[in-house]
């Protein structure tokens, strides 16, 4: 896709892989609306952009929640228009065994990435549609391929995610939309919460690592 003058959507756009996206979008020429739930965070990224003379707008939003979507979709279509791309990247989880998992947090962790990108995607995909053109792109983990041990609940809402890209590429096809995915090994932001860990259990020793971000 054309990425100068069209405007892109990320999401997760506080930190880490999403903020280090935006900012390259932008300086490629691209207008881009960042959005988050910190808003502190993602209101600054925007005015350095603005401040570089790039086109930015952050917003705030848990779009985990479908309310939280919903309001993103009014006041993006009622300020800037339908964008030309979404960009899922918002995501949130920790490294824990299943019995390390309460019920409340494995549903926060289907919550963001998995029902975060069903819902931005969904919120926006109609106007995408008449228009006849857009791009979706997933970013998601290794983890949805090659699953490691002591991260049950973060495995499986990125095989949550793995599976919305399969079957929305085949629900978009021949639309003139296109759908894809993108797997960093590492991100930075992970690495700092949880770049090793190793725990002892009564029938074996798990340990974890990620790769180092290049």
């Given amino acids: 896709m054309k990425i100068r003058n069209s405007l892109i959507l990320v999401t997760g756009a506080s930190s880490g892989i999403g ?5 390259a979008l932008a300086a490629a020429g691209a207008r881009v609306v960042l959005v988050a739930r910190r808003a502190e965070l993602v209101d600054t990224t925007a005015g ?3 401040e570089h003379g790039h086109h930015a707008w952050a917003y705030t939003a848990d779009l985990g929640t479908p309310d ?9 279509l009622t300020d800037l228009g ?5 960009v899922n990247n918002a995501g949130a989880g920790r490294f824990l065994r299943i019995e390390e998992t309460s019920l409340e947090e494995a549903v926060d962790m289907m919550n963001a990435p998995y029902f975060a990108s069903f819902f931005t995607t969904r919120v926006f995909i109609e106007e995408m549609l008449d228009r006849g053109s857009g791009t979706i792109v997933m970013v998601n983990s ?4 090659m699953p490691w041990p002591g991260a049950v609940g973060y495995a499986a809402a990125r ?10 590429r085949q629900d978009l096809r021949g639309t003139g939309l296109v759908v894809g995915q993108v797997t960093p090994a590492a991100s930075t932001a992970l690495l700092r919460r949880q770049s090793w860990r190793v725990r002892t259990h009564p029938h074996r020793r798990t340990a974890a690592r990620l790769g180092h971000p290049q």
Avoid: K, N
């Avoid at 995610?161 to 079957?167: I, K, M, Q, Y």
């Fill in 159 to 168: 095989y949550a995610v793995r599976g919305l890209t399969d079957a929305l």
């Fill in 48 to 50: 350095e952009l603005r």
């Fill in 142 to 145: 290794p983890v949805a391929w």
């Fill in 19 to 23: 903020e280090h996206t935006a900012r």
């Fill in 82 to 86: 339908v964008p030309d791309a979404i």
């Fill in 68 to 76: 939280g979507a919903r309001q993103l979709r009014s006041r993006v």
